[in-house]
């Protein structure tokens, strides 16, 4: 579901990163405070769904600013938890609130590829009640569109305005927020990341991360999803990535 923004800086370590999408919410139920009224997909929903069988990935609730500088933001991934509260910001992430404040909004889909190349433009509320909807395990990713980032800044800032970032700024960087909405294992193939975080407000997201002097296996063309089923489970244990499913509060620097 949606996430947060990223820090970019020249120079820095980047990861050869892989995410994708999990929506776990329920959609008219006695849980809809806590899922804001996105749906849950159930038995038929693709296999991605599944938590992996074990994280990777350090999780830190106690992170200082001088620890996450010196153990963590050039040199390896953690989970931060519960360092700031967007309580705030989740309510308004809510379907229905969203769709009320930004209903008629245009916004630009992108391809599940690693380029991207192809851009669609159509309104927010026709993208949420037609074409949110779980991956398809057999489409490649020029076929697959989903809400990734194109923000128009100004037309959203009513609702970045109510967002906390981690406390964890790098010298010489600028915040630059991008917001995300996708169905149930979506996601595009690994790409190159410079220094960013990622948070989840609703549902989960799997990552799969890479140092950049390995060079995984994989389809610039092909979902996700169908690297997680044909590739992932053929890899030896040295040749997997850092791996770890965060969670509605979690943040990915």
Not at 144 to 171: K, Q, V
Request: aromatic share 14%; net charge neutral; with cysteine.
């Amino acid at each position: 579901m949606p996430r947060g923004g990223g820090l970019m800086a020249p120079g820095l370590r980047p990861l050869l990163l892989l995410a994708f999408w999990m929506l776990a919410s329920s959609a008219r139920s006695p849980g809809e405070a806590n899922h804001g009224g996105w749906p849950q997909y159930g038995p038929g929903a693709p296999v991605a769904v599944a938590e992996e069988e074990r994280c990777t990935v350090e999780r830190r609730a106690d992170l200082s600013y001088a620890e996450f500088m010196q153990h963590y933001a050039f040199s390896r991934p953690v989970i931060l938890q519960g360092l700031t509260d967007n309580s705030r910001f989740r309510v308004l992430c809510s379907r229905e609130r969203l769709l009320a404040s930004f209903g008629d909004s245009v916004v630009r889909l992108s391809t599940a590829n690693t380029y991207s190349y192809r851009k669609v433009d159509l309104p927010f509320q026709e993208y949420v009640e037609q074409m949110l909807h779980p991956q398809d395990p057999l489409s490649m990713g020029n076929d697959t569109l989903y809400f990734f980032g194109d923000n128009n800044f100004t037309e959203w800032a009513s609702l970045f305005r109510h967002y906390s970032p981690p406390p964890f700024g790098l010298l010489g960087t600028t915040p630059a927020y991008s917001f995300g909405i996708a169905g149930a294992g979506s996601g595009v193939p690994f790409h190159w990341h410079g220094p960013g975080f990622s948070e989840v407000i609703y549902g989960r997201k799997r990552w799969f991360l890479y140092p950049p002097e390995k060079t995984p296996e994989f389809h610039p063309n092909k979902t996700t999803l169908a690297w997680l089923r044909d590739t992932y489970p053929a890899l030896a244990p040295s040749a997997r990535p850092l791996e770890c499913t965060i969670q509605a509060g979690a943040v990915l620097p």
